[in-house]
């Protein structure tokens, strides 16, 4: 039974619940207009702030939304000389940084710092395609109203809005300004319109925004197909394009020019491997600064340390200083090392005694040697002492051979002269009576350094790096790669292995199946030199045309060829000396030449020889002569105004704009002698490797001042 006027009862409860949900809703906008407001007035502060850098050449761009989001909106970006921004500000009160963590008051806040950092990397990915380093672009919260503060979080620069121009311009001129503009063009589309060259790019703040209505779906359209002319007139744009990418460079100093990347490889700085990996590809092709770059990626990526390692003691030094160039903040988490510096480092870390003396190592083989009869087959006049000192430093103590049963049937890659196995005893018989003779002196040697660091990282693992990228890889041995890759072992990205089979200079040689690591289809290619002119290229292949060699990955063949060869110049030039006196004369005289050369300073020269003693005599030439001259022994990696000079081993991963090889000797630019042993074609083969190694060093112009 219904009692009166209780409709109008439940009608008034309705309504008061609708006014009571109404009123929070009105809370809720109001609070959210507040935020808004105080977005508006934050943004604008930001924007005042980063006003004057629009008067020295930035770009900024204000409150588009980002593609693929509905929420994230990109209030500033900066593009300029010092490279990307993205900026976002918030109005934060009770900062406060643990360690990783960011809080504001009590409530953790690192989320919304990691959306950021997430933000940068899709921007850092779609200007790969450009070839940008991901170095060059930056994620920055800038805290409205504070000053002088700078945090790290995920990756993300925490810094008070007052001090966001000098964290941008501290960097410096990282960006050429046709790279800028390079940059500008090809940057994502945001909202509905492509960035404006006019405008100015600064950070960019991305603030929570009011869920916009789902928009009708629109009819599903095919895509028209773009017709041949249309194919063809957008490949001669993407030519171009990368055409243009070179211009801003080739003129800077010849260390900018070694950190350049193509989109090619922009985008392998930052491919993700599921084990070890490697990165091979010809001279010039631009193996070396892609490690480079990718050593600051893994950094950044993984905020854990990164080990890069090389075979050539004084590449370390040069490599961390353009790391300096390119990646300012990860100097610090890239170790950059010589194999032999590393051995040497984990041996004193726990405490393993050695000695190294060379001299006294060359006494004891000495012994060893002499103490070899006349009958022995060692001493047939087809090899010298030098032959099989090598066979034992890069074949056995190279693999860590320790039974003769392992060295009777090892297939010995790299050595072009079959053994059979009473010549293989004579070596091991060799072997043994020198390490007597180094232990009598309490000596060791390189190759044993090696080894004692490899069995003290296989006792006890060293949990140290997150990721080890080795260049030249072809040029170390088995035990050098074993003791690396123990580091990481076989996890993603954890091992990236470098070089060039047709590039190796030294003695002996090994596979990955070896060490036992599986590429597993995990091997690149680059295959577009930019490096070289096609005349220096075409030059420099007619040392190796006939060179066979068995690759670390066991391939048996002729090497890797660059499908692209992107600049042209001057044909090299053999010079071919009577005197000693009429080499140097013609040397100075080309020096001289290529000086007059516009964008040719000093420090874009280099002169390199076969051995010290060599560079030594080419050195004291040019000093007197009045031309400065600073040793590859002492390069730092740094632009200096003085011609290089050094051997072509000290210049592997180098570049020079103009090459002179000094002193070479005229037999090996000749024609292969009829009649030689497998020893001379071998000791020959690594020579004329050595020289187009040497050669491929050169940029614009090579000369070869052949006695």
């Known amino acids: ?44 502060e930001t924007a005042k702030v980063l006003a004057p850098l629009a008067g020295i050449g930035y770009h900024l761009l204000a409150d588009r939304r980002w593609p693929g989001s509905r929420t994230a909106q990109v209030d500033m970006v900066v593009v300029g000389r010092a490279g990307v921004f993205i900026v976002d500000t918030k109005a934060w009160r009770e900062v406060a940084i643990h360690g ?18 997430d933000l940068a990397y899709s921007a850092e990915s779609a200007l790969a395609e450009i070839g940008l380093a991901p170095g060059e672009v930056h994620a920055v919260v800038a805290l409205a109203g504070q000053k002088k503060m700078h945090a790290r979080v995920a990756s993300v620069d925490i810094v008070g809005v007052h001090d966001l121009i000098g964290h941008i311009t501290k960097r410096g001129a990282r960006l050429s300004p046709k790279r800028v503009d390079e940059v500008l063009t090809h940057f994502p589309v945001i909202g509905d319109t492509p960035l404006p060259l006019t405008q100015v790019i600064v950070p960019a703040a991305i603030l929570p925004r009011e869920p916009e209505p789902e928009a ?76 480079l770059h990718r050593a600051a990626y893994l950094a950044r990526a993984t905020g854990g340390r990164i080990l890069f390692a090389t075979y050539i003691s004084t590449l370390p030094k040069v490599l961390s200083s353009l790391l300096e160039r390119l990646a300012p903040d990860m100097v610090d988490r890239v170790e950059f090392t010589s194999v032999h510096a590393f051995a040497r480092g984990v041996l004193q870390e726990r405490g393993i005694a050695f000695r190294i003396a060379e001299r006294e190592a060359a006494l004891a083989f000495a012994d060893a040697w002499n103490a070899i009869g006349a009958s022995s087959p060692l001493r047939s006049s087809r090899f010298t002492c030098r032959y099989w000192e090598d066979e034992i430093s890069h074949v056995i103590k190279g693999r860590g051979l320790t039974h003769f049963d392992q060295y009777a049937d090892l297939a010995r890659v790299g050595r072009k002269h079959a053994l059979p196995v009473e010549m293989r005893q004579a070596v091991w018989d060799l072997y043994e009576t020198y390490s007597r003779g180094l232990r009598e002196r309490r000596v060791t040697d390189w190759a044993d350094l090696v080894l004692l660091a490899r069995d003290a990282v296989a006792e006890v693992p060293l949990d140290r790096y997150d990721a080890v990228i080795v260049d030249e890889a072809q040029d170390l041995s088995c035990a050098m790669v074993s003791l690396l890759h123990a580091l990481v072992g076989d996890r993603p990205d954890g091992l990236t292995l470098i070089g060039d089979g047709q590039q190796t200079i030294y003695p002996g040689g090994y596979t990955l199946g070896e060490v036992g690591i599986s590429l597993a289809g995990r091997g690149v290619v680059l295959d577009v030199n930019h490096r070289n002119t096609a005349e220096i290229l075409d030059f420099a292949k007619g040392m190796v045309a006939e060179d066979q060699f068995v690759d670390i990955e066991g391939v048996d063949g002729a090497g890797d ?46 002169i390199l020889t076969a051995t010290n003693w060599q560079a030594d005599k080419v050195a004291a030439a040019l000093e007197t002569a009045g031309v400065p001259v600073v040793s590859l022994k002492h390069y730092r990696g740094q632009s200096v105004d003085a011609v290089k000079v050094g051997t072509v081993k000290r210049a592997k991963g180098l570049e020079f704009k103009q090459v002179l090889l000094a002193h070479v000797p005229a037999r090996l630019l000749d024609a292969t002698p009829s009649e030689q042993t497998e020893a001379d074609r071998e000791k020959r083969e690594l020579d004329r490797r ?13 000369w070869v001042g052949a006695r």
Not at 100 to 117: F, H, K, P, S
Not at 566 to 591: F, K
């Open 561 to 606: 060829a660059a499908s692209d060869v992107t600049r042209s110049g001057p044909e090299p030039i053999i010079h071919r000396a009577r005197t000693t006196a009429d080499h140097d004369a013609a040397m100075l005289a080309r020096v001289a030449e290529v000086l007059r050369l516009v964008g040719v300073g000093h420090g874009d020269v280099g």
């Open 690 to 702: 050595e020289l187009y190694v040497g050669m491929t060093r050169a940029r614009d112009g090579l």
């Open 216 to 291: 009708e779906p629109e009819p599903e359209r095919q895509p028209r197909q773009a017709s041949e002319p249309e194919r063809k007139q957008e490949q001669v744009d993407l030519d171009e394009r990368d055409a243009q990418l070179l211009d801003g460079v080739l003129d800077a100093p010849i260390e900018d020019w070694m950190a350049f990347l193509d989109p090619t490889q922009a985008k392998l700085v930052r491919r993700n491997f599921n084990g070890p990996a490697r990165i091979r590809g010809a001279a010039g092709t631009g193996k070396t600064v892609v490690g």
């Open 1 to 44: 039974m219904t009692i009166a006027g209780d409709s109008a009862r439940v009608e008034a409860r309705r309504q008061r619940s609708r006014a009571h949900e109404l009123r929070l809703q009105a809370d809720e906008a109001d609070a959210r207009a507040g935020r808004f407001e105080i977005a508006h007035r934050t943004e604008g």
């Open 100 to 117: 990783d963590r960011i809080t504001r008051g009590q409530e953790d806040v690192t989320d919304d710092v990691a959306r950021l950092a």
